[in-house]
């Protein structure tokens, strides 16, 4: 028998056509399970979360765009780190009138809630999250936090006080509110505490044709902008995927 494994492709094997939103919704499903992690991320080329303005909205795209809000469509929360929320400067979290509706009629809350983790509780919050999303966000903290900041926070945020901030009871204390469709969307540290505890069901990766090379890439020096490049093909074999890119020039 060969050790050499098989290679399939090249991608995409379908017939061209866009997909609808109800096909992205099909391929991007929230599987009829009590808990669901999502870990959901875009990454360049050179391995960096985030472009020359430190925000990962700098490297996405319109495509990875449509596949984030597919995801956040049927979400029940959608958690990140503080870290997180004070260099994206998230939007409230709300939901079209449409999405509303089907959310009611699957036996959800009528938008995704935000669920922020932060130990300092040392956050923004003059952002308008706090006030304009459709429901109170959360904030997971320690029950040792200094008081005053626990002050502070109750103003903004229905605060969660867990006697050891781990994966396991930050998951556990959304799901004992009905949360059990989480998408995290960052940042690294979290994703990667989430898995180390095997608790993150799926990942979304988007991998985007651009070179950041950002002090946020670990590969490569700085550039004054972010070099683009297009995709040839995709193979795949043995759950890996081999992508041929070609600079955009």
């Keep these: 028998m ?14 061209g056509s866009a997909l609808s939103e109800d096909g992205l919704a099909a391929a991007y499903p929230w599987p009829d399970r009590n808990v669901w992690v999502r870990a959901m991320m875009v990454t360049t080329l050179d391995g960096a979360a985030a472009g020359y303005d430190g925000l990962s909205g700098s490297v996405s795209s319109d495509a990875d765009q449509l596949v984030f809000n597919a995801v956040r469509r049927h979400a029940d929360a959608v958690l990140i780190g503080a870290g997180t929320l004070r260099a994206e400067q998230y939007t409230p979290m709300r939901a079209k009138p449409e999405d509303q509706q089907q959310r009611s009629a699957d036996g959800q809350r009528p938008a995704p809630v935000l669920a922020v983790v932060s130990g300092s509780l040392n956050l923004p919050w ?41 994966p396991t009871t930050i998951v556990t204390a959304l799901t004992e509110r009905g949360l059990t469709r989480i ?11 989430l898995v180390a505890a095997t608790l993150v069901d799926e990942a979304d990766i988007t991998l985007s044709p651009v070179f950041a090379g950002t002090a946020h890439s670990p590969t490569t020096a700085a550039l004054a902008q972010v070099s683009t490049f297009r995709l040839g093909h995709v193979l795949q074999g043995d759950g890996a995927l081999m992508m041929r890119y070609l600079a955009d020039r």
């Design 2 to 15: 060969s050790d050499i494994p098989a290679l399939h492709g090249p991608l995409p094997l379908t017939d």
């Design 126 to 166: 003059d952002l308008p999250v706090w006030r304009e999303s459709t429901h109170r966000p959360l904030v997971l903290t320690s029950a040792h936090a200094d008081p005053g900041q626990l002050a502070i926070a109750g103003k903004h945020a229905t605060v969660v006080t867990l006697q050891d901030i781990t």
């Design 183 to 193: 998408v995290c969307e960052g940042g690294p540290r979290l994703l990667r505490d």
